[in-house]
């Protein structure tokens, strides 16, 4: 079964940046659409963005269109999200996970996921 295991969260002040890894494990070759979401203490899970199968056409939730990039690494076997510009209301636990279905619309439903990295913003 596909693992998936985030890297690279941390603190920074507002306005700074940090870039999420996301990679999948090495047993399967499969390269899924994969998603990146966050849920802060309290809230419900947010979708943040997502890529198609292989790592391409990305697809942002409004909150992060603008600030956030994502992107896929076939060879690497991982998805990025690039987040710059990052604000408090940012501060949540970050996850990627493997989506149910296409990485398109605003509506994306996910299986396997990994453990979460956190992310703080804060001054």
């Known amino acids: 079964q596909l693992q998936l295991v985030e890297s690279g969260g941390g603190s920074v002040q507002p306005g700074g940046s940090l870039r999420l890894s996301c990679h999948l494990s090495?047993?399967?070759?499969?390269?899924?659409?994969i998603g990146w979401f966050r849920q802060a203490p309290g809230k419900e899970a947010e979708a943040v963005a997502c890529?198609?199968?292989?790592?391409?056409?990305?697809n942002y939730a409004d909150s992060a269109k603008g600030r956030f990039n994502i992107s896929g690494d076939i060879a690497e076997r991982s998805v990025f999200l690039q987040m710059d510009s990052l604000k408090p209301e940012d501060t949540a636990s970050y996850y990627c996970?493997?989506?149910?279905?296409?990485?398109?619309?605003?509506?994306?439903?996910?299986?396997?996921r990994g453990q979460g990295t956190q992310v703080t913003v804060s001054s």
């Open positions: 090495a047993s399967s070759k499969a390269f899924p659409p």
């Open positions: 890529v198609s199968t292989g790592g391409v056409r990305p």
């Open positions: 996970a493997v989506l149910l279905g296409s990485c398109g619309g605003t509506y994306w439903p996910s299986s396997v």
